[in-house]
């Protein structure tokens, strides 16, 4: 794993300095993550980073995971997509299940933290067991400027109620009474995910998941989530084929916390049927 020194090579000169006076500012103080899932998914990819890359400049920094059944990863599945703009019917049984999940995690998690930043809608209801010391930060990585007007007034009852909410660009957000901030989409520049590879690094991996290197490529990286809309990059990778003889890939994963993701990637297979010239990595 890099640390903090490594990225001298790729940020503005005295980025890395400045970083450091930065975290003078907060020295001694804790910071505590909270999400769904440490596999698969960009909020477990950037946090396996910036709570090394924290604990790196010397601030305690420490991430922590919910649990849930099968039926409350369901349920925030489908708040997932309704925060997005897609029409979900959820019942009252399902909203206290996500209930009853949350409240059981807070019984069994340590929010001894300064700082603590609950990432995206699965655990946002643990603010009603916030202990009276701390800040509490709402990090939302999806963009819900046109929710399902149901599910954002339930989860907006408990995002009302943190100290601050933090969206990946000002069209994402929405109006609220507290404090707003931005932390643009960024990647880790050093991360096996976006390092330059050599041409025989290239041709060793195409050869060993039996990828053809004769022909140009069309590629997504991406969990198998309707809003990736791996089903659309079908139908442009068609539409280009009609002139140019190419082949797409779609390599992707699955994340602990959805459960659609084995339906859709069942139905980019069904799509993809046929056609060798589609290649579907997992």
Not at 67 to 84: D, I, P, R, Y
Not at 132 to 155: M, N
Not at 231 to 256: F, N
Request: proline letters at 6%.
């Amino acid at each position: 794993m890099s640390r903090l020194n490594d990225y001298q090579k790729v940020v503005p000169k005295g980025t890395i300095e400045f970083l450091k006076r930065l975290a003078e500012q907060v020295k001694g103080r804790k910071i505590l993550h909270i999400n769904s899932t440490k596999l698969g998914g960009g909020v477990a990819e950037m946090l396996r980073s910036d709570v090394l890359l924290l604990q790196d400049i010397g601030i305690e920094a420490e991430w922590q995971i919910i649990s849930g059944t099968e039926e409350f990863f369901n349920v925030t599945k489908s708040f997932h997509n309704a925060l997005q703009g897609q029409d979900q019917h959820l019942s009252q049984q399902m909203l206290q299940a996500y209930l009853e999940v949350n409240r059981g995690n807070a019984r069994r998690l340590s929010f001894d933290a300064d700082y603590v930043v609950i990432h995206d809608p699965q655990p946002a209801a643990l603010i009603e067991s916030r202990p009276a010391q701390g800040k509490w930060v709402w990090r939302c990585h999806i963009d819900i400027s046109r929710p399902q007007w149901k599910v954002w007034s339930f989860l907006k009852q408990f995002v009302v109620n943190y100290d601050a909410a933090v969206f990946s660009l000002p069209r994402f957000a929405q109006r609220l009474p507290i404090p707003q901030f931005l932390i643009f989409p960024s990647i880790d520049p050093l991360s096996d995910k976006n390092r330059d590879l050599s041409p025989q690094e290239q041709l060793q991996i195409l050869t060993r998941l039996n990828v053809p290197t004769d022909k140009p490529m069309l590629l997504q990286v991406s969990r198998f989530d309707r809003f990736k809309d791996p089903l659309g990059v079908i139908q442009s990778y068609r539409l280009v084929k009609k002139h140019h003889d190419v082949q797409l890939v779609l390599a992707g994963g699955e994340a602990t916390d959805d459960p659609e993701g084995e339906t859709v990637l069942s139905e980019v297979r069904e799509a993809a049927r046929d056609d060798p010239d589609i290649h579907i990595l997992l």
